[in-house]
């Protein structure tokens, strides 16, 4: 394979190499000590931007990846000198601790990317190679990502487009290198093998409405993460085979920051009529609620993360009795109720010999025993004196209001987000305490996303967010005007929020249903 080389002399990227090596070791130290806003920390990633943003502007990019003992920034092996040997061997050993080659950056990169960036790096625990990536992308830091492998060795280009980058010659030594990146068994979509993109994710930007299971109205890639994050983790053979509470963490971790940044709590509710799909979304819809209800009742990051991981895991005893249950809860017979009611007791003995028994582990075990005891004592599995744990509390208001939305029943069929908040809050309000109403309600608002709605006006548009200073006036998006007509094409209509002088009334498309109590609940 030829090679085209560059001049050896006081090659630029040499230079920016070993200063690019100082700096991400900076950051990536401050970044132990600092939380992601504070000023300290925000100045070193400024400086790690400034030094990459000269060879941004000149080649479009910039690959760092170690291979073997060396590092190489866009092709160019860097030198070991003894003032920065100390960074060389950091970044090696950081890199293999992660089980990648190194980071890609693009042309546009920000200090908000690279907050994110450094952030999922300092998670080893959490994110390894493609779970890393997987991260990033759900995230949204598409300037910045791993590099999964990395090679000198060129790959079959066949059916795949690969980027090849030029290398030199200097005092001898072979420096020069066509590093090529592998992007895993899923991807043809980076060029250089840096990200493991999906059709679904690498179309799915930003928010918005859309076909299949991501929500409208929030940030549909941290949805499509999480649920095919649940649908793996959720499998009869991964639980049988035994799991690693690491690994819902890192599906969980997205939906955490998410509550930091107050984005909007909307379910997925379409394509789930398959039992298995029904399975994965309502996990990943509960653990949304209540997340952020946790948030709202100020639980720190750690808690969340609990939070999450007990309830993307509290229906897990279902598969041990879905055998025993062949029709709907509105048809169960006795010996069909009795084996539903069991699947808390089953959720609890699966998650203690799945996995290693730590603090994490007693929470997630209590959480699925835990979520259909309420608050006045009924409920099952019948457990006389038992108090449930605030996270089980929590976790069983949110699996009482996205299962009134999606309940697979006759009874239960078209309820809306609307609906499902009023009965909550109504009839069915005897079984949560008052502060974790208060919080589903901080959660979703008077008008919960993805409602329809009609304005004062007679034009018709859907919640796209609560507004936390005033839940009676939410964030709304219009559909149709008031003749009925559709805007026009570039002309949105949206309200970010209502004013104060327009009132919401209530849902257009929300049926009425006379006997509220006999609405499933679970």
Not at 63 to 82: K, Q, T
Not at 351 to 358: H, M, V
Request: hydrophobic content about 40%; overall charge negative; some cysteine.
């Amino acid at each position: 394979m030829s090679q085209s080389k560059l001049p050896s002399a006081d090659n630029p990227l040499r230079a920016a190499g070993t200063l690019l090596l100082s700096r991400f070791s900076g950051a990536t130290r401050i970044g132990k000590s600092y939380d992601a806003e504070n000023q300290v920390f925000i100045n070193q990633l400024t400086s790690l931007l400034q030094t990459l943003e000269p060879v941004l502007e000149e080649h479009g990019e910039a690959v760092l990846v170690a291979i073997e003992d060396d590092l190489f920034l866009n092709g160019i092996r860097l030198p070991v000198r003894p003032n920065t040997i100390r960074f060389h061997h950091w970044a090696i050993e950081e890199f293999a601790r992660r089980k990648i080659s190194g980071f890609r950056a693009l042309k546009g990169l920000e200090v908000r990317e690279l907050n994110v960036f450094v952030r999922l790096f300092l998670q080893p625990e959490v994110y390894l190679g493609a779970e890393l990536l997987q991260a990033c992308l759900a995230q949204g830091t598409d300037h910045v990502l791993p590099v999964i492998h990395a090679s000198t060795e060129e790959p079959d280009p066949a059916g795949e487009k690969w980027a090849e980058w030029q290398g030199d010659e200097s005092e001898g030594e072979d420096e020069s290198a066509s590093v090529w990146g592998t992007p895993g068994a899923e991807t043809t979509s980076y060029p250089t093998g840096y990200g493991q993109s999906s059709s679904s994710t690498s179309s799915e930007s930003g928010s918005g409405g859309g076909s299949g299971n991501a929500p409208r109205g929030a940030v549909r890639k941290k949805y499509s993460a999480a649920l095919s994050g649940a649908r793996s983790l959720l499998t009869t053979t991964s639980l049988q085979g035994g799991m690693e509470l690491r690994h819902a963490k890192r599906v969980v971790q997205p939906l955490v920051d998410g509550a930091f940044n107050s984005e909007p709590v909307v379910l997925g509710l379409t394509s789930l009529h398959h039992r298995d799909e029904y399975t994965y979304a309502h996990a990943v819809n509960v653990c949304l609620v209540a997340v952020s209800m946790g948030h709202h009742l100020q639980l720190d990051r750690k808690a969340l993360a609990d939070l999450g991981v007990a309830s993307l895991l509290h229906d897990v005893g279902k598969d041990a009795v879905s055998d025993e249950i062949k029709n709907p809860l509105d048809q169960f017979t006795q010996a069909e109720r009795e084996a539903a009611e069991r699947h808390p007791l089953e959720g609890a003995r699966l998650i203690a010999s799945s996995t290693t028994l730590n603090p994490t582990t007693v929470r997630c075990m209590r959480a699925a025993l835990e979520h259909h005891i309420t608050a006045d004592g009924s409920g099952y599995p019948a457990l006389p004196g038992w108090k449930p744990s605030v996270l089980s509390r929590i976790i069983s208001l949110a699996d009482c209001y996205v299962s009134l939305q999606a309940h697979r029943s006759e009874r239960g069929a078209g309820v809306t987000p609307y609906q499902s908040l009023g009965m909550v809050l109504g009839p069915l309000k005897k079984l949560f305490s008052p502060g974790l109403l208060w919080a589903l309600i901080q959660t979703v608002g008077f008008y919960p996303p993805g409602q329809m709605v009609e304005l004062d006006d007679g034009s018709i548009a859907i919640v796209l967010a609560p507004n936390s200073a005033d839940l009676a006036r939410p964030n709304v998006r219009v559909l149709l005007e008031p003749n009925g007509r559709q805007p026009a094409e570039g002309a949105t209509v949206m309200y970010t929020p209502l004013p104060p002088d327009r009132e919401i009334r209530r849902a257009l498309r929300a049926e009425e249903y006379p006997n509220l109590e006999e609405i499933p609940t679970n």
